[in-house]
């Protein structure tokens, strides 16, 4: 029998706004530069055993923000358990896409990337970019691009999560608002090139 899938909207509190802004910026520049559909941001809610969409832009980013899904599920499910990014040019015949948490969503890509947002060894979600030109999959730079935005976005969720929401700016010579500048100097250079 199969089961089916109930997204259900969080009543978690938002995060920081500056966060959120971050986290959008984050997929709206990924959808850009890889000429996606779509692309989002799910964070892991490991006592839930869910992921929570962060930040959508593109398809469903009117009602998709706050959804909970199953974490052990799909894609963004294998990328989160392993750690590992993962590219698929041809869903129909991917065995690991759950194609009924897709149409849940009202969108069902045919081809995607993710990778996992790491932050010192540990999972905190996933960044996933929907139907992106088939130029901006064909290699091993625009995995490490991906994985650029996702360091991003992992940066901006420890700031996040280490020191709640702000009413200041951080501390010029706060460690992780230093690693937040040179990832976004890197993502410029790359961007640029």
């Given at each position: 029998?199969a089961?089916?899938?109930?997204?259900?909207?969080?009543?978690?509190?938002r995060?920081?706004?500056?966060?959120?802004e971050l986290?959008?910026?984050v997929?709206?520049t990924?959808r850009a530069i890889?000429?996606?559909?779509?692309?989002?941001?799910?964070?892991?809610?490991?006592?839930?055993?869910?992921?929570i969409?962060?930040?959508?832009?593109?398809?469903g980013?009117?009602?998709?923000?706050?959804?909970?899904?199953?974490?052990g599920?799909?894609?963004?499910?294998?990328?989160?358990?392993?750690?590992?990014?993962m590219?698929?040019d041809d869903?129909?015949?991917?065995?690991?896409f759950?194609?009924?948490?897709?149409?849940?969503?009202?969108?069902?890509?045919?081809?995607?990337?993710?990778?996992?947002?790491?932050?010192?060894?540990?999972?905190?979600?996933?960044?996933?970019?929907?139907?992106?030109?088939?130029?901006?999959r064909s290699?091993?730079?625009?995995?490490?691009?991906?994985?650029l935005?996702?360091?991003q976005?992992a940066?901006?969720?420890?700031?996040l999560?280490?020191?709640?929401?702000r009413?200041?700016?951080?501390?010029?010579?706060?460690p992780?608002?230093t690693?937040l500048l040179?990832?976004?100097?890197?993502a410029?250079r790359l961007?640029?090139?």
């Amino acid at each position: 029998m199969a089961q089916t899938i109930t997204p259900v909207v969080s009543a978690a509190p938002r995060p920081d706004p500056v966060v959120a802004e971050l986290l959008q910026s984050v997929v709206d520049t990924a959808r850009a530069i890889f000429g996606a559909q779509a692309s989002s941001i799910m964070l892991l809610d490991p006592a839930a055993d869910e992921l929570i969409f962060e930040a959508v832009s593109g398809q469903g980013q009117e009602f998709l923000v706050g959804r909970r899904f199953p974490a052990g599920r799909g894609i963004a499910g294998w990328v989160a358990a392993s750690g590992e990014p993962m590219v698929v040019d041809d869903l129909h015949d991917s065995v690991s896409f759950d194609r009924a948490i897709a149409e849940s969503t009202g969108y069902v890509p045919n081809a995607l990337m993710a990778a996992p947002l790491i932050r010192r060894d540990r999972v905190l979600g996933v960044l996933e970019v929907l139907d992106p030109s088939p130029q901006a999959r064909s290699g091993l730079p625009e995995l490490d691009l991906l994985g650029l935005f996702a360091r991003q976005a992992a940066v901006a969720l420890h700031v996040l999560t280490s020191y709640g929401p702000r009413s200041a700016p951080a501390a010029p010579d706060d460690p992780s608002r230093t690693e937040l500048l040179r990832l976004l100097s890197e993502a410029r250079r790359l961007v640029g090139d």
